[in-house]
């Protein structure tokens, strides 16, 4: 996907990105993180937060001592998603290892409700609302989910008809398209290739290798992007057809135009 066809060592990064591309990727992706656990703490992130600060200002070696093992966790993969592995970290890779060490963090909630709320009755109270809360967020995100699933998919089905009425290009006997998220196309019965987050020739070169059909944007590639937005024009990628009802339009190759 970053590195089709090249080698990977630290001269060709620095070569494609430069220093201040390499530092202020890193600098949003961990930004981007502290706010991930933030959000995804959802209302436990007020007593977490409040938990840890009580911590350190009672200097609770004890405690510090139970909970170090979580912390040198989330500290080994917030370093690693945010320093060394940063791309497309925040949807996927951290945010699910960070989700595997949420119910650790849990006993800090517990430890500041503990602290800031002595009467057993209020406190009881407060964890009840507190959980009555996250279980209808969490209800909430689920419904959500379905439905931008149920979209996604009913988009996608929308292009595997559209690309069941084009021709077969290459000849093969089989229809290839390219498209950021191959999985479910590939899902769908469609074979599918990965745009390479290359050059237009580099990606023309990928459609060559594999007898690629047709493009499918948007493709979320500064390469492409402009053909996309129409504020480019390349002979080489030729728009075929949009979906209706959807953003997603499909793009034909000239391999032999200038």
């Known amino acids: 996907l970053y590195a089709y066809d090249r080698p990977l060592t630290f001269d060709t990064m620095l070569e494609a990105q430069g220093w201040g591309g390499i530092i202020s990727k890193r600098i949003f992706e961990a930004l981007a993180s502290i706010k991930i656990m933030i959000v995804d703490l959802d209302l436990l992130a007020v007593p977490v937060i409040g938990g840890t600060l009580l911590l350190a200002w009672r200097r609770d070696r004890d405690r510090w001592l139970t909970l170090a093992p979580t912390i040198f966790l989330l500290a080994g993969i917030f370093i690693f998603y945010t320093g060394l592995a940063p791309f497309f970290s925040q949807g996927g890779s951290f945010k699910k290892a960070y989700l595997s060490l949420v119910p650790l ?17 209020l406190r009881s109270g407060a964890m009840a609302l ?60 469609v074979k599918a290739v990965q745009i390479p987050f ?39 990628f030729v728009r075929v057809r949009e979906i209706p009802g959807t953003n997603m339009v499909l793009y034909g190759f000239d391999f032999a135009a200038p």
């Open 105 to 121: 963090l849990i006993p800090l909630a517990a430890y500041a409700l503990e602290t800031a709320i002595p009467d057993v009755r």
């Open 130 to 189: 507190i959980v009555a809360l996250l279980a209808f967020n969490a209800v909430e995100v689920m419904r959500e989910d379905i439905r931008f699933t149920n979209n996604f998919l009913d988009n996608v089905e929308k292009v595997v008809a559209e690309l069941d009425a084009l021709p077969d290009t290459t000849g093969d006997g089989e229809i290839v398209v390219m498209t950021q998220d191959q999985f479910v196309m590939s899902f769908l019965g």
């Open 198 to 236: 290359e050059s237009r020739e580099k990606i023309l070169e990928v459609a060559q290798r594999y007898d690629v059909d047709y493009l499918l944007m948007p493709p979320a590639r500064p390469a492409l992007d402009p053909l996309y937005n129409q504020t480019d024009s390349d002979p080489r």
